[in-house]
């Protein structure tokens, strides 16, 4: 009696853990999204189905552990007439389960259509995976209209947007599961996702196929905006980086010129040209860095830059020397950047 109620809290404490991860920013279960909605339904369809068939597999079960108690007692006596009966019911238990596996795999189907068919408008977003990151650029009609940014995907609310999805070394997948359902990027095979929030919030997303060492370390966000706010973002987006005046800013920019950071990445309005790494002309207003390892600020960045290896072992960016001076100045210059 005694080990009872500290296995009761147990299974409650069990049950509370599984029944956790029905919510938050990366549950299939919290939609926000016409596409998200649509597999929530079929999640739960399959999952009302499949307990209904469970019950019942168990009353059966019970009902004839329950005669077989009865029966005992009696010598053994054919029974034409059971046995007929015990035939008809396998053969309804079999059509039965042909029926709800053939129910679920329509369902299935007219899912899939239905997010296939979601409309898109003229915003189209391009979306290439890497390990470990995401490089997002935004494509309009004019050159001046597209720009390339990383890690977050602002998108207006109530608007269907497509993603043009692209994988660049290995396989990767792109998932918001508040938003839509999972989508791969295979190197050298284009796909293609529409989506769309209908309310404002900022929504985690995840790469959902195993792509290496920091697989768990490459997630993105997914903001979306009221119409005005996105449009607020796009112009400073599209802009370049603001000169400033600001003394030890000016200092980290020369020596971000100067060393093998303009190499890989690109600031607009400066000379970095680079394209191996993210393009960084905007990162300070980023919410996170090395695709949500890090919340962005002055020390993260430094952290980062000193050290990048520790903090996400295996990714392409080397570490480069620079004395304790350099790293405030060049934090202080890259925290800047919004």
């Keep these: 009696m005694t080990g009872r109620g500290p296995r009761r809290a147990s299974s409650y404490l069990l049950l509370l853990l599984l029944l956790s991860g029905c919510s938050g920013w990366q549950s299939a279960l919290d939609v926000h999204g016409q596409s998200a909605i ?17 019950a019942l597999v168990m ?8 005669r077989r108690r009865e029966r005992d007692a009696l010598p053994f006596r054919p029974d034409p007439a059971r046995e007929r009966r015990m035939t008809i019911w396998v053969t309804s238990a079999i ?34 995976g890497l390990q470990w990151w995401w490089d997002v650029e935004y494509l309009g009609a004019a050159p001046d209209q597209r720009f390339q940014t990383a890690n977050e995907i602002h998108i207006p609310v109530g608007r269907n947007v497509r993603f043009q999805l692209e994988g660049v070394d290995v396989i990767h997948s ?8 999972k989508q791969d990027l295979i190197p050298g095979r284009p796909n293609e996702l529409s989506i769309r929030a209908d309310r404002p919030g900022v929504y ?18 997914v903001i979306a905006d009221e119409p005005s706010v996105f449009e607020d973002w796009l112009s400073v987006q599209r802009a370049s980086a603001l000169p400033s005046s600001d003394s030890e800013v000016l200092a980290g920019q020369q020596v971000f010129l100067s060393k ?49 290896q520790t903090l996400k072992a295996g ?14 100045s060049v934090s202080a210059y890259l925290a800047s950047l919004k």
Excluded at 41 to 53: D, R
Excluded at 315 to 328: A, I, T
Aim: aromatic share 8%; with cysteine.
């Design 260 to 308: 093998a950071c303009a190499a890989c990445h690109t600031i607009r309005g400066t000379s970095a040209r680079g394209t191996t790494g993210p393009d960084l002309t905007h990162v300070g207003g980023r919410k996170y860095i090395a695709a949500g390892l890090l919340e962005t600020t002055r020390g993260s960045l430094a952290a980062w830059i000193a050290d990048p």
């Design 38 to 54: 649509s597999l929530k339904q079929l999640i739960v369809l399959i999952v009302a189905a499949c307990s209904l068939v469970w």
């Design 59 to 66: 009353i059966a079960l019970i009902f004839a552990l329950w």
């Design 174 to 181: 792109f998932w918001v599961p508040s938003l839509a359902g």
């Design 95 to 128: 059509a039965a389960s042909v029926l709800i596996i053939g129910g679920f795999t329509l369902a299935s189907f007219i899912t899939t259509r239905a997010l296939n068919a979601v409309g898109h408008d003229n915003l189209v977003v391009k979306i290439r």
């Design 204 to 221: 985690r997303g995840q790469c959902a196929e195993f792509c290496g060492m920091q697989h768990a370390h490459m997630a993105f966000f």
């Design 315 to 328: 990714n392409n960016m080397p570490m480069v020397p620079l004395n304790p001076e350099e790293l405030r």
